[in-house]
């Protein structure tokens, strides 16, 4: 198979993570653009050279799986921070349309719902967001739920420059769904980032479906839906909820329960929900109880505090009892086992739910239908999983103050061995660093 896949940024989870599920399978060949013509936190991704990698794709590609931001906007982060115009983007991406139309292969798309993030902090988003922030969501979350809001005193020009934008992006997102009724795309998803229950996000969503088109909560894992989708081959998963009577709740950064997250994720990676009989997978769910916790942020849950054995045919393990790592009580009591690596389809606990169950499936898939299968990448992806969501995430991070690569290197050291020992696997000295010099997320090489 001929895959194409342009990223929405550089990061390792946009893009080396496609990269290594793609090698569980030696028989698939990913076109992917240079690391370095893709935006990062503070720069843009060069969209003249992403034109240029799209027109010279080879004719006889299976698929592309397409990020919209990244091409209109130059990534996620600078779909919120950018000044272009509208008539600026628009004629920008009537280019992309002269591209496409030339592709005879399928094409899954996919943009994003502008997100309102709950916080003062402004990284990736413009300057006010620092001051005005938490007031601005609540702002769109009341005149979404109630049709009318105070504005919390945010200044009348900041306001009228947020709505601007997120009017601008919203009327892109018109235009790439109009291409989707045309035939241009295969698929066409609009996905919701850091959502509420209520929002001028979630307000979008609901009358782009009104106008028939499909939106998702996640983000970051979508392009590895996408992946998974465009391999057409259908398997069955079975769900199992470790906590089946709180699957109804909801987690963060989301607007859905963690139960239809779990189903949405199946069928958008071209998946069936089936039967624990007829399952070619068991996914197994570590869901959580009153609320999820997150470890970073010092939101506590009740850990996991039963008894797990791993059944004898495949499974694979979703950890979302905490956002943005490992349940620590969990990973002991997995770990008390042997890893059957031919029944062990893969772990995560990356960030949020969907991110989490959305690269999980996609990997899980690669290995059940792999043509050329390399157990050796598969080892290599759940070394980097286990070491970035459990090692670092629910572990390293919390004792670190800065992004010492000396220092981090060192701490994950005891992680690393134990990793290795539970996986059997012996793959040289690992590498650590930080991509975009901040805690959040860290790059994991092996030398």
């Known amino acids: 198979m001929k895959l194409a896949l342009l990223p929405i940024d550089n990061r390792p989870v946009c893009y080396t993570l496609p990269q290594l599920i793609s090698q569980i399978d030696e028989s698939i060949e990913l076109f992917i653009p240079e690391r370095k013509f893709l935006g990062d936190l503070k720069r843009s991704a060069n969209i003249e050279e992403l034109f240029k990698w799209l027109e010279d794709l080879p004719s006889e590609l299976n698929a592309i799986v397409l990020s919209l931001d990244t091409i209109t906007y130059g990534g996620l982060i600078p779909s919120r921070r950018g000044v272009e115009t509208f008539d600026e983007l628009k004629s920008r991406i009537e280019k992309l349309k002269e591209i496409l139309l030339n592709k005879k292969c399928k094409i899954y798309a996919f943009s994003s719902i502008m997100r309102i993030s709950n916080n003062n902090y402004n990284e990736e988003?413009?300057?006010?967001?620092?001051?005005?922030?938490?007031?601005?969501?609540?702002y769109s979350y009341d005149l979404h739920k109630t049709g009318k809001s105070d504005t919390f005193g945010i200044p009348e020009d900041i306001l009228e420059d947020y709505l601007k934008t997120r009017n601008r992006n919203f009327e892109i997102n018109k235009i790439y769904l109009q291409w989707q009724k045309q035939g241009l795309f295969d698929t066409l998803v609009f996905s919701k980032d850091d959502c509420a229950q209520y929002g001028l996000n979630v307000a979008e969503?609901?009358?782009?479906?009104?106008?028939?088109?499909?939106?998702?909560?996640?983000?970051?894992?979508?392009?590895?839906t996408l992946m998974a989708r465009a391999i057409t081959e259908k398997i069955r998963i079975c769900p199992i909820f470790l906590e089946p009577e709180y699957k109804n709740l909801i987690s963060n950064y989301e607007d859905i329960s963690i139960e239809k997250s779990v189903k949405n994720q199946i069928e958008l990676a071209g998946c069936e929900l089936s039967d624990e009989t007829s399952a070619d997978i068991i996914l197994y769910v570590n869901n959580f109880k009153t609320n999820q916790g997150e470890i970073v942020m010092k939101q506590d849950t009740q850990p996991f505090n039963k008894t797990f054995i791993p059944p004898q045919k495949n499974y694979m393990i979703a950890d979302v009892r905490f956002a943005n790592g490992s349940d620590n009580a969990f990973?002991?009591?997995?770990?008390?086992?042997?890893?059957?690596?031919?029944?062990?389809?893969?772990y995560s606990a990356w960030n949020t739910s969907a991110n989490t169950l959305g690269s999980l499936i996609c990997a899980a898939k690669v290995k059940f239908l792999a043509k050329q299968y390399s157990e050796k990448a598969f080892k290599l992806l759940q070394l980097i999983r286990f070491a970035d969501d459990w090692g670092y995430q629910a572990n390293v991070r919390q004792e670190l103050t800065s992004p010492d690569i000396k220092e981090l290197n060192e701490k994950m050291k005891p992680f690393e061995?134990?990793?290795?020992?539970?996986?059997?696997?012996?793959?040289?000295?690992?590498?650590?660093?930080y991509p975009w010099n901040r805690l959040f997320e860290v790059e994991i090489e092996l030398n």
């Open 417 to 433: 061995k134990n990793i290795k020992k539970r996986l059997n696997i012996e793959m040289g000295n690992i590498k650590y660093n």
């Open 331 to 346: 990973i002991k009591e997995f770990f008390k086992n042997d890893i059957d690596i031919k029944t062990f389809y893969g």
């Open 125 to 138: 988003e413009k300057q006010y967001w620092a001051q005005y922030g938490k007031k601005i969501f609540q």
């Open 205 to 224: 969503s609901q009358e782009l479906e009104k106008l028939g088109a499909v939106t998702k909560t996640g983000a970051d894992e979508i392009p590895l």
